[in-house]
């Protein structure tokens, strides 16, 4: 996002500096556009609004063009490595903490997920009207989103006795983590 305020502000230390270097006073570049002196001390502070036609009468009197004054477009920041769809973290359900220990373990083993934390849940479900709540265990697991199919099949097997499976794009994250999780990860 474009920081409008900085950007005022430099258009205004630039008008401020072309217009000592042509040794014209703030009253007459003021009177050029209509405008007070006060307001062009403003100007130059960034805290007053200026319209196109007013920068470029100003740059005729300062002796250059308007685009002269204007400052350098802001620099656009690095490219990320990664898009905010490449990863995952896929969440498994699982009836006993073995089970998913063995789900994770394996996953991370065979290079399906980076690591994952395991905690206890209490899961409510409706069953034919009656509330059921139950202690299982849920594991989530950091992937990247290419595996995300593999890693559901080899959650989803059934010795793994996993009653649920969900997961959800990681929206944003700090770049060292994000590129732990594709070293860690398969890749073929």
Known sequence: ????????????????ARRREAGVKQAALAAVVGKAQSWVSRLERGAAPLEFGQLEAM????????ADLLPPPASSPAPPRWK??????????H??????????????RERLAAGAQIYP??????ADGEMVFATEWKADLTTRADLVEQLTTFMTHQSHRVTGV??????????????????????D
Request: proline share 1%; net charge positive.
């Open 166 to 187: 969900v997961g959800v794009t990681i929206s944003s994250g700090a770049l060292p983590y994000l590129d732990w999780v594709n070293t860690q990860t398969a890749s």
């Open 84 to 93: 905010n769809r490449d990863f995952v973290v896929l969440s498994s359900v």
């Open 1 to 16: 996002m474009t920081d409008i305020f900085g950007r005022q502000r430099a258009l205004g230390a630039r008008i401020r």
């Open 95 to 108: 009836l006993s903490e073995d089970s998913a220990r063995e789900v994770v373990g394996g996953a991370i």
């Open 59 to 66: 740059a005729k009197v300062l002796g250059c063009s308007a």
């Open 121 to 126: 849940v209490v899961s409510a479900r409706d």
